[in-house]
């Protein structure tokens, strides 16, 4: 079956412990992104990669890294997390990166700061 | 740069009633529009999408046509089920700029939709 995988989809931690949200699509898809979202915002996007070894930051960068080495996987490191980013994490895959390519998305990570 | 916003919600209805959901749009250029469902407990999956001006998407009964002159994409359904009570989210993506992610979607707040029996 064709999809986005999360993991964990639910996560507490407390401020500054180093943590990471893994995401692997099986679709063979090039396009990747992170995007974080809140009530009454929407989704924003956070990072995104083009393909292996291509990455770049989205609107709300700050924070966060990312990497991608292999072309499925796309973690989101968040190396001293803080209460702001008490959010609903989604990872998500296209194809290629065009403006008509749908966008698969995962189940979602729900994070907690404390 | 882009932006997309939504009607406000919550949007609370009886089943078989008729559906708007209200979207417009700031965008350079000739943006693709789409709109994403969120079930509860689940990811984003697209709904429909329409690629240029006069466009119409649909799929599962919903319908959405790309106004390029009102700069809208209005969500419609003539009979809603309880099945679609979810949230709905209005986006777009747009003509690249210098520096800017080519593919990145812009959305809309979200608009949360039940349908009561």
């Known amino acids: 079956e064709a999809q986005v995988t999360q993991n964990p989809r639910y996560l507490i931690t407390v401020t500054g412990k180093k943590l990471t949200v893994t995401c692997s699509q099986n679709m063979n898809h090039e396009y990747m992104s992170w995007y974080r979202q809140d009530p009454g915002l929407g989704l924003r996007q956070i990072y995104y990669s083009m393909n292996v070894e291509v990455t770049d930051k989205g609107d709300v960068p700050e924070g966060y890294k990312v990497s991608r080495k292999e072309k499925r996987n796309f973690p989101l490191i968040l190396e001293s997390p803080s209460p702001n980013q008490t959010s609903l994490y989604f990872c998500?895959?296209?194809?290629?990166?065009?403006?008509?390519?749908?966008?698969?998305f995962g189940q979602g990570t729900r994070l907690t700061v404390v | 740069g882009d932006s997309v916003t939504q009607m406000e919600g919550p949007v609370t209805l009886s089943e078989e009633a008729f559906l708007t959901i209200n979207c417009t749009y700031t965008?350079?250029?000739?943006?693709?529009l789409f709109w994403y469902v969120q079930y509860p407990g689940e990811g984003l999956q697209l709904l429909l999408k329409?690629?240029?001006?006069?466009d119409k998407g649909s799929n599962k009964g919903f319908e959405a046509t790309y106004r390029k002159e009102t700069t809208s994409f209005h969500l419609e359904k003539g009979s809603v089920q309880v099945s679609d009570s979810a949230v709905y989210f209005c986006?777009?993506?747009?003509?690249?700029?210098?520096?800017?992610?080519?593919?990145?979607?812009?959305f809309g707040q979200g608009t949360i939709l039940t349908v009561h029996p």
């Open positions: 986006a777009l993506s747009g003509v690249p700029a210098g520096g800017t992610s080519y593919g990145k979607l812009t």
């Open positions: 329409a690629t240029k001006a006069d």
């Open positions: 998500a895959s296209s194809l290629f990166a065009g403006m008509n390519t749908e966008a698969f």
């Open positions: 965008a350079t250029g000739y943006p693709s």
